[in-house]
């Protein structure tokens, strides 16, 4: 049974920064293409980063030169450091990934608030 817990959430200033984890259980991260969403309210559910099994990393243009996406294979932990944050990434943070079948699998979110 693949498990993603997030962590790491909470209220900070503009400006601040954050660092976001997912600790995965089941599942082999090294392996995986592992990604972060995020949804506010009344949004749809938005792709932010991802990491590919051998690094490469992708970000949503709103967020580049701030966020950045990893993993500790060790761990079988990916993180997603955010910084210089503003009030519009303000959202629930997902972690996802998905079986060679198809499969999703979501972590139960991390709110991030960003107060101006």
């Known amino acids: 049974q693949v498990q993603l817990v997030e962590s790491g959430g909470g209220l900070v200033q503009a400006g601040g920064s954050l660092r976001l984890s997912c600790a995965a259980s089941g599942t082999i991260i090294s392996i995986k293409t592992m990604r972060w969403y995020r949804q506010a309210p009344g949004e749809q559910r938005e792709l932010v980063a991802s990491i590919t099994p051998v690094g490469r990393t992708n970000y949503t243009e709103s967020v580049k030169g701030r966020f950045t996406v990893s993993r500790d294979n060790a761990k079988n932990t990916v993180y997603l450091q955010m910084n210089s944050l503003k009030p519009e990434d303000t959202a629930v943070y997902y972690c996802?990934?998905?079986?060679?079948?198809?499969?999703?699998?979501w972590g139960q979110g991390t709110q991030v608030t960003v107060s101006s």
């Open positions: 996802n990934t998905n079986s060679p079948r198809g499969v999703e699998y």
